[in-house]
């Protein structure tokens, strides 16, 4: 593959370039790029067979318009045993990011950080202000959502955002830590969780909070198509919310929003729910294998992950720009370098989960690039480095609004405003993951059930590394041996809420407790009402019932 390809990374912001721009550069034939590690997508879905039918309808699907996305949307209801009325689809679940935010975040999003780009990016364009909550390297890029909900209380903020699984990490809450989060954010705006990857974990048995959210007045949970099915090309995805919150978004989606490819994807899946599942179950194999095969390159840190990728960390001295350069021109391998992601750095790579043979090709181009023929680490060339890792537009517009001081620059202003207790975060940009900022308001000590940590995801211990520093030889870094991954452990109970004194508890208003099974949330709706029914069974959207080998949401995929 030319060299030139790699100019491409260099004009991107929060993304890489696209297959179809690389197979261009590269000048070689449609379908010959490089193994995708990159793009995370399910490689096992559609099947063969499912390809050629859709190539045998090519014609129809691109001549004629597609049904209407309400046609669309009652077949996919049919299927997952949804209420319609709760459901909004969108072409791709950035249409869907980008809606949230015009219609439904008035002044403030928190997020932590590193996650999926949009949800920094998007609310900054429309001049939003973003509350990033940094995700911490040493403890393995795990969410607590106990300081977390702490952070979106002294901070203000009015809107929340949780990826489960995160994106680029894979970390993953379980379910019942996400409902009473849910309900001790009940006098919050709104509170997404981003599902867009949780088909492919299998921590637990039912991890959607589907369910859940329609019942509550102010949570939207996001779920994607594209990413599951293996068709990112095909922009679809959905959210699931209760009758107001879903209606206000797709009042808004044009009629044709849904495009052929779509329609024609979702009226097939109903006669291949198995091999959906043997795709998902095959993942989740190969997740293992690759983990295990990574994690015997000497000084690579692989973090656990459930979703259909794997985060790493790469050894004391190599740059992620040059090991993403020379993998692509002279393995053909496309890795994601993760220097452009808010509080991340270059020394992290995302790899997709792939086939073991596609793997053996990846380990085998990275020990050659980090080991070369001396097994020293790979260090960044003069006139390299990071020169062209560019940052992504929240980063650029932080860089540009504070002359490079970054969030330091921001924070201060901001402190002054009414915002006392929050130390300042250090500069983005800097190569090094953004601490969490640590709250100083003494009301934080009695914010109720979200003061306790949930339980620690298990994350490898590498042994203490020197920093990256001149040496005249290969430098041997100790790893510790693979082991297989297991389920994490259900997270400890929140413990009562503490007494507050009465000034505190009036401007940090004590979360609810956990909704009680059959109660719906305050201010929220019963089953029966979201599905117009007598609440003792769901209505098929097109009347017809579900096939027996597609489960309901909250378990989607679990068969087989």
């Known amino acids: 593959m030319s060299g030139n390809v790699t100019s491409l990374f260099r004009g991107t912001a929060a993304h890489s370039p696209s297959m179809a721009a690389l197979t261009r550069e590269s000048g070689e034939a449609t379908g010959a790029g490089p193994v995708d590690f990159c793009i995370p997508c399910n490689p096992y879905f559609p099947t063969p067979a499912m390809f050629e039918e859709l190539a045998g309808r090519l014609r129809d699907i691109i001549t004629y318009y597609p049904s209407g996305a309400d046609t669309i949307t009652a077949e996919l209801c049919g299927l997952l045993q949804l209420p319609p009325q709760c459901v909004a689809m969108g072409n791709g679940s950035t249409e869907l990011i980008t809606w949230i935010d015009h219609l439904l975040v008035r002044e403030s999003l928190a997020v932590p950080v590193p996650t999926f780009g949009r949800w920094t990016d998007q609310p900054m364009e429309t001049g939003k202000r973003v509350d990033m909550f940094p995700l911490q390297e040493s403890n393995g890029f795990a969410l607590d959502l106990a300081r977390y909900a702490e952070f979106i209380r002294v901070r203000g903020t009015r809107v929340a955002v949780v ?13 019942q830590a996400l409902v009473e989060f849910m309900d001790a954010m009940a006098d919050r705006d709104l509170i997404v969780i981003d599902e867009s990857f949780l088909e492919f974990a299998d921590a ?11 019942l509550r007045p102010n949570v939207v949970v996001l779920r994607s198509l594209g990413k599951n099915f293996g068709l ?8 699931v919310a209760n009758p107001a919150l879903a209606g206000r978004v797709r009042a808004m989606l044009p009629k044709w929003n849904l495009n052929s490819f779509a329609e024609h994807v979702v009226f097939m899946l109903r006669d291949h729910g198995p091999e959906y599942a043997q795709s998902l179950h095959q993942v989740r194999r190969d997740r293992l294998e690759m983990a295990g095969r990574l994690s015997s390159l000497p000084g690579l840190t692989v973090y656990p992950s459930q979703g259909n990728f794997l985060f790493v960390r790469l050894p004391v001295g190599a740059e992620g720009t040059v090991v993403r350069d020379r993998m692509l021109t002279e393995h053909r391998v496309l890795v994601r370098e993760c220097g452009n992601k808010i509080g991340s750095s270059s020394r992290f790579l995302r790899l997709v989960v792939r086939p073991q043979a596609d ?6 181009g990275l020990e050659q ?39 330091r620059g921001l924070a201060a202003p901001a402190a002054g405003a009414g915002t006392p207790g929050l130390v300042a975060a250090p500069a983005v940009g800097t190569g090094v993951p953004l601490p969490a900022a640590v709250p100083a308001h003494p009301a934080a000590a009695a914010l109720g059930p979200m003061a306790a940590p949930t339980a620690p995801r298990q994350v490898p211990q590498p042994a203490p590394v020197p920093q990256p520093v001149p040496y005249p030889g290969p430098v041997p870094v100790p790893h510790p041996a693979p082991a297989p991954q297991q389920p994490m452990p259900a997270p400890a109970p929140f413990p009562a809420p503490a007494p507050a004194p009465a000034a505190a508890a009036a401007r940090y208003p004590a979360p609810t407790g956990p909704t009680p099974p059959g109660v719906p949330a305050r201010g929220g709706l019963t089953a029966a009402q979201v599905r117009g029914t007598n609440g003792l069974e769901s209505v098929p959207a097109t009347g017809r019932p579900g096939p027996p080998n597609w489960p309901n949401p909250a378990g989607m995929g679990r068969t087989g």
């Open 232 to 239: 990112h090309g095909i922009r679809f995805g959905y959210l």
């Open 204 to 214: 637990e048995a039912e991890p959607s909070v589907v369910q859940e959210a329609m």
């Open 369 to 407: 690039v980090l080991y070369g023929s001396g097994r020293g680490a790979a260090v960044p060339e003069p006139a390299t480095g990071t020169g062209y890792s560019s940052g992504t537009a929240a980063v650029d517009r932080l860089m540009s609004e504070t002359n490079g001081a970054g969030l």
């Open 359 to 364: 793997v053996r090709r990846l380990v085998s």
């Open 163 to 175: 990826c489960n699984p995160n994106n680029p990490d894979g970390g993953f809450l379980h379910k």
